[in-house]
């Protein structure tokens, strides 16, 4: 990721057409500015000074959920997130994604990506307080009545007989005051593989919610300050529990971004040593569009979860679209995530399940709403959480 911005990638594209219908955009709207290749020709019509950046081009490209399916499908590899980033970047005062915001609903994101995080209790204490709770924001859908901000030690000591290395753990804004729980169970299952874990305590945010509403500038602030926390030499990997998180500190520069592991891919190897409670249950299993398309390993979750006797693992279809979650994007485009929602949870309305498991705590929040206001009782954890559930110790 660099400071500079540069728009000739846009030719790269042949206007084949092959990333059409991977766009889940297109594929609601079946309009071509709604598409990568319209999105790109749009770029490339402002970089050359034909067009201007009025509030409906931005909005085309606002629209954009950045789940990089096109990029799975472009033959001409045309580094489609980086130019739409870009983009919203050099556009950002003309339209922003978090315009469309509340001011309660902006101040809450940005203690939660900010410094401090700490101060983000009082400002849901006043959000509650006050009965602004009861106002339709977006947000109503995904706060938790208290956060849970930086209750971890700084580290963690191996619990296996044999010690296997040492590792730093990402905590990622939304993850440590939403979802500590899956932080915990990631430290848990890594001690129990023979790893020494550790918590740089002066880790930021990863800047992905700055980056997609055009702050490019807060990203490389917070990528350089994460340079720094996790710079020291003797961690063998940097762990992400949230692929969201994890596929943007893959775009830093080296040396974080070469020790980068997403959760499951770091203990798959690990975990034959182990042993887990049966558990007769039965699990649907989503694959975040960061985790398919950007951090792609070829782990495959669903071998991992077949460690657990018992457990029956439901995979979406390989060509499920985006949830809709997309950072804040289910906050600034309702009715679209809402849809993208709707199809993702068809087959558990279907058949009773159990689990709904998910590796980021953004698909996570989107998909436990939608469930809940299914009236389905189905938990909603990160694989890891199953796992850690499970582990015999
Ligand atoms: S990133 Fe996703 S929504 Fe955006 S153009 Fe590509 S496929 Fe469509
Ligand atoms: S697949 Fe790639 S080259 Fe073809 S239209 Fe889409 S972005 Fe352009």
Not at 110 to 116: N, W, Y
Not at 160 to 170: D, Y
């Amino acid at each position: 990721m660099t400071e500079q911005t540069t728009f000739s990638d846009t030719d790269l594209c042949v206007k084949c057409g092959l990333c059409l219908p991977s766009c889940p955009t297109y594929s609601l709207s079946k309009n071509e500015n709604e598409s990568p290749r319209g999105r790109l020709a749009l770029i490339q019509g402002w970089a050359e000074g034909r067009l201007e950046a009025t509030n409906t081009l931005t909005e085309h490209l606002d629209n954009c959920l950045t789940c990089r399916a096109c990029e799975q499908m472009c033959p001409a590899k045309v580094p489609y997130a980086r130019l739409v980033n870009d983009f919203r970047s050099e556009t950002a005062n003309a339209n922003n994604n978090n315009n469309k915001l509340s001011w309660l609903e902006r101040s809450l994101i940005k203690r939660l990506t900010g410094q401090h995080r700490k101060s983000l209790n009082g400002l849901l204490r006043f959000y509650k307080k006050t009965g602004l709770n009861r106002l339709p924001l977006r947000l109503n859908d995904y706060l938790p009545s208290k956060a849970s901000a930086n209750h971890f030690n700084k580290t963690y000591p191996s619990l296996a007989s044999t010690k296997m290395g040492h590792v730093a753990l990402f905590t990622g804004c939304a993850s440590e005051v939403i979802d500590s729980k899956t932080l915990k169970d990631a430290i848990f299952l890594l001690q129990h593989c023979g790893f020494e874990v550790s918590i740089p305590q002066n880790q930021h945010c990863c800047g992905a919610i700055d980056l997609h509403a055009g702050n490019k500038n807060q990203t490389l602030k917070l990528a350089q300050n994460n340079q720094t926390a996790f710079s020291d030499k003797h961690y063998d990997a940097v762990i992400t529990v949230a692929s969201g998180c994890g596929s943007t500190l893959l775009e830093y520069d080296q040396p974080v971004s070469k020790k980068v592991f997403d959760i499951s891919d770091f203990i798959a190897p690990y975990l034959s040593s182990c042993s887990f409670k049966p558990l007769k249950a039965s699990a649907w299993l989503h694959t975040p569009c960061t985790l398919k398309n950007v951090q792609a390993s070829g782990t495959d979750i669903a071998n991992l979860l077949s460690n657990i006797n018992k457990l029956t693992v439901h995979s979406f279809n390989s060509q499920q679209n985006c949830c809709g979650a997309a950072g804040t994007y289910m906050l600034t485009h309702k009715e679209t995530a809402n849809t993208l929602l709707e199809q993702t949870l068809a087959p558990l309305k279907q058949q009773t399940t159990d689990y709904l498991l998910t590796s980021n705590v953004g698909c996570a929040m989107h998909m436990h709403a939608g469930l809940k206001q299914a009236g389905l009782n189905t938990t909603t954890l990160h694989p890891v959480s199953l796992l850690a559930q499970q582990l015999e110790v």
